[in-house]
């Protein structure tokens, strides 16, 4: 009776407009010779995006680790513009395109200049790279500060002039992915950027970096741990940037700072700095 069923199964499905007739199967180790699990597989849909193929964690601690920092040599103009300038992801630049933004936009970089990656950021379809500092100029309290002496009273010493002359006059790239944004390495996001940008004749900034670290330090960004006296420059390249941060101050009015990595109930680490310096490293499972 079985046999007979999935027989007649099987032909109705080979009738049906809805079931492509590659679908069918014979597999001698199944009951009937009729396939399900076969049947099952090649009616998904194969151009939706697998979990383990979008970005992971891990590969982000990297990307920004290995990439930001870096140098490069700009292959072509490179605009400005508050808006950044957009690129499709493995395809050639649009030419015309370039042109009317370095018009409009004006250029923050030259063929052949050096220029340095100085953010790397992630959006669900696209990963967003400033360059020299990008475009926008930042808020920097100490040039908007006037000390006084009491109500009424004038300034008794005006703020100097502010002093970042080259602010704001960097650029941002978009990599569009034109969907999830896939898991890569340091070197596929470079070449992602090979339109625009050429690392190839620049020695690696963050190699040359980690180079100079302790042997622990070294071991500790190699592991993706935080290790006692290391500085939040080397955290960061260890672990990447905090989920949160808190500050407090003791009974003796020592002030610490802690940086939480992950949410609970996950594996979360506490890692807690007086000054620049890690002073304590605390894991919770």
């Known amino acids: 009776m ?19 007739s590659r679908s069918l199967s014979r597999d001698a180790s199944t009951r009937g010779g009729f396939s399900a699990g076969i049947l099952l597989a090649d009616t998904e849909d194969k151009d939706a995006p697998q979990p383990d193929t ?43 395109t370039l042109r009317d933004a370095l018009r409009l936009q004006g250029q923050a970089a030259g063929p052949g200049d050096t220029v340095q990656i100085t953010n790397v950021d992630f959006r669900a379809h696209e990963i967003v790279v400033d360059i020299n500092g990008g475009p926008r100029k930042h808020f920097h309290l100490r040039d908007h500060l006037q000390v006084g002496a009491g109500a009424g009273s004038g300034p008794i010493d005006a703020p100097p002039a502010p002093t ?17 944004v896939p898991d890569m390495s340091p070197d596929q996001l470079k070449h992602d950027l090979s339109a625009m940008l050429d690392f190839s004749k620049e020695h690696s900034a963050s190699k040359s970096w980690i180079d100079t670290l302790p042997p622990q330090f070294q071991q ?24 949160k941060k808190v500050r407090e101050r003791s009974d003796t009015g020592v002030e610490t700072e802690d ?27």
């Open 54 to 96: 979008q970005l992971q964690p891990v590969s982000r601690l990297l990307l920004v680790r290995d990439v930001s920092g870096e140098f490069a040599k700009a292959v072509t103009g490179i605009p400005g513009g508050k808006k950044g300038f957009r690129v499709a992801a493995g395809k050639p630049i649009n030419a015309q």
């Open 164 to 180: 970042h002359p080259n602010e704001g006059l960097g650029a941002t790239l978009i990599l569009d992915y034109h969907g999830p």
């Open 220 to 243: 500790g960004i190699k592991d993706h741990h935080a290790v006692l006296g290391m500085d939040r420059e080397t955290v960061i390249a260890a672990m990447g940037r905090p989920d």
């Open 2 to 20: 079985d046999v007979r069923f999935a027989l007649a199964l099987a032909a109705a499905l080979a009738l049906s407009p809805q079931i492509p």
């Open 259 to 285: 940086w939480i990595f992950g949410t609970p109930p996950e594996k979360t680490t506490f890692v807690t700095f007086v000054g620049d310096t890690v002073i304590r490293i605390q894991e919770f499972n």
